[in-house]
């Protein structure tokens, strides 16, 4: 983004959760609109230490339990039954208040999946940024990835 980020939102915790291609951008693009709070979750060691290294995420987590309950946005970036599966497993470590949201292109089959499991207290916002590469991994995240590219918010009654 071109605009700089509000004092809000840099007080605001965010996790990224898959540093692929497409949540390596994600953590690019907080890095430089100034978010000071941002850690990612990775199942890939190698990842997580390229994403630290690059100063992508402040920290790095092959589990998401440790820092779920300190994050207020966490941010989707796996595979739609990859994201249904790590809700379940980690469902009791997501902050109260907390807002979920994804960047999976296939909706349909996993929302109420999903809506089922989690608590009232946590807002998931399904969303698919109209962006990308042909490339996948870390080593092709670039924040021109989203200027000037559309977001798209899947509607729900709860929010």
Excluded: W
Excluded at 76 to 95: A, C, E, G, N
Excluded at 133 to 153: P, T
């Amino acid at each position: 983004t071109d605009r700089p980020m509000t004092t809000l939102s840099k007080e605001r915790s965010i996790t990224v959760v898959g540093l692929g291609g497409i949540g390596g951008s994600v953590a690019v693009t907080l890095h430089d609109a100034g978010c000071l709070s941002r850690c990612g979750v990775d199942s890939d060691q190698a990842t997580l230490d390229k994403a630290k290294a690059q100063r992508l995420v402040k920290e790095g987590y092959q589990d998401g339990k440790d820092i779920l309950p300190q994050s207020d946005l966490v941010i989707f970036s796996l595979y739609p039954r990859l994201v249904h599966d790590f809700i379940v497993t980690h469902k009791q470590y997501f902050k109260p208040g907390s807002i979920l949201t994804d960047a999976t292109g296939v909706k349909k089959f996993f929302i109420e999946d999903i809506l089922s499991v989690l608590p009232d207290s946590i807002a998931f916002v399904f969303g698919h940024p109209m962006a990308g590469r042909e490339k996948k991994g870390i080593d092709f995240a670039s924040s021109s990835v989203y200027k000037n590219a559309n977001y798209i918010l899947t509607p729900l009654p709860s929010n």
